[in-house]
């Protein structure tokens, strides 16, 4: 792609140590200085140009009796800044998020409530890139949303999972943080718990960094340290 360095980001307390990069399109746009402010102007033009109501909503249900089909979005960091390391080793950052149209599919069945959840994962009739599924059930992210979803509640909340994989693995897109969004916003709408989204993502947070914001999806500025 083509790449286009703007110099200084235009912040207040601007800061040389921090690097933002900005992907759009076909062209990477290097900012130095602060990040911050710089991404969030960024995303507000980009806001007002798609259209802040726009049709980008990325987690769809489809619901059936007592099934729920969910599309589990894969994401990219439009924008991206890490600044220098804190003491314990952390980085700042300040990303850009957005989800995309890749995504992993979710089919959840309600069971009788005395049995027992069981889990199939595999990869999607039409995955254009493979690689063995060899991780055990138990820290799959999404079962482990389940789980934590249901210690929230305090009772089991027994249910089949189909989960039919298109997004590679290890490649940054948040594919099983995709899943485990997917699953808590699948249970919840499966068992009408009627539990808040801001609920639903401090559950996320305990099981990972980018869940919370895979919860809602859309576009975001997601800051912190990773």
């Given at each position: 792609?083509?790449?286009?360095?703007?110099?200084?980001?235009?912040?207040?307390?601007?800061d040389?140590?921090?690097?933002?990069?900005?992907?759009?399109?076909?062209?990477?746009?290097?900012?130095?200085?602060?990040?911050?402010?710089?991404?969030?102007?960024?995303?507000m033009?980009?806001?007002?140009?798609?259209?802040?109501?726009?049709?980008h909503?990325?987690?769809?249900?489809?619901?059936?009796?007592?099934?729920?089909?969910?599309?589990?979005?894969?994401?990219?960091?439009?924008?991206?800044?890490?600044?220098?390391?804190?003491?314990?080793?952390?980085?700042?950052i300040?990303?850009?998020?957005?989800?995309?149209d890749?995504?992993?599919?979710?089919?959840?069945?309600?069971?009788?409530?005395?049995?027992?959840?069981?889990?199939?994962?595999?990869?999607h009739?039409?995955?254009?890139?493979?690689?063995?599924?060899?991780?055990?059930?138990?820290?799959?992210?999404?079962?482990?949303?389940?789980?934590?979803?249901?210690?929230?509640?305090?009772?089991?909340?027994?249910?089949?999972?189909?989960l039919?994989?298109?997004?590679?693995?290890?490649?940054?897109?948040?594919?099983?943080?995709?899943?485990?969004?997917?699953?808590?916003?699948?249970?919840?709408?499966?068992?009408?718990?009627?539990?808040?989204?801001?609920?639903?993502?401090?559950?996320?947070?305990?099981?990972?960094?980018?869940?919370?914001?895979?919860?809602?999806?859309?576009?975001?500025?997601?800051?912190?340290?990773?």
């Amino acid at each position: 792609s083509s790449h286009q360095a703007l110099g200084d980001g235009g912040c207040p307390d601007d800061d040389p140590s921090y690097q933002t990069l900005v992907f759009l399109d076909s062209v990477t746009i290097e900012i130095e200085g602060c990040c911050a402010d710089d991404i969030r102007r960024i995303h507000m033009a980009w806001l007002l140009w798609v259209g802040a109501n726009s049709q980008h909503q990325p987690i769809l249900y489809e619901i059936m009796m007592r099934s729920i089909h969910i599309q589990a979005p894969a994401k990219i960091n439009a924008a991206l800044s890490v600044g220098p390391p804190t003491p314990d080793g952390m980085h700042p950052i300040c990303s850009w998020m957005l989800t995309i149209d890749l995504h992993d599919e979710m089919t959840l069945t309600a069971l009788e409530p005395d049995r027992l959840s069981r889990y199939a994962i595999m990869w999607h009739d039409d995955a254009l890139q493979r690689r063995e599924i060899d991780w055990s059930i138990t820290s799959d992210l999404a079962v482990r949303a389940h789980q934590s979803i249901e210690k929230h509640v305090g009772r089991p909340l027994p249910i089949q999972m189909k989960l039919e994989k298109r997004i590679p693995l290890g490649g940054g897109l948040g594919g099983g943080s995709s899943d485990a969004a997917a699953m808590l916003r699948g249970i919840n709408m499966l068992f009408d718990l009627s539990i808040q989204d801001d609920v639903l993502e401090r559950l996320a947070s305990e099981l990972g960094s980018d869940i919370p914001f895979l919860v809602r999806g859309g576009s975001a500025i997601v800051e912190g340290t990773g």
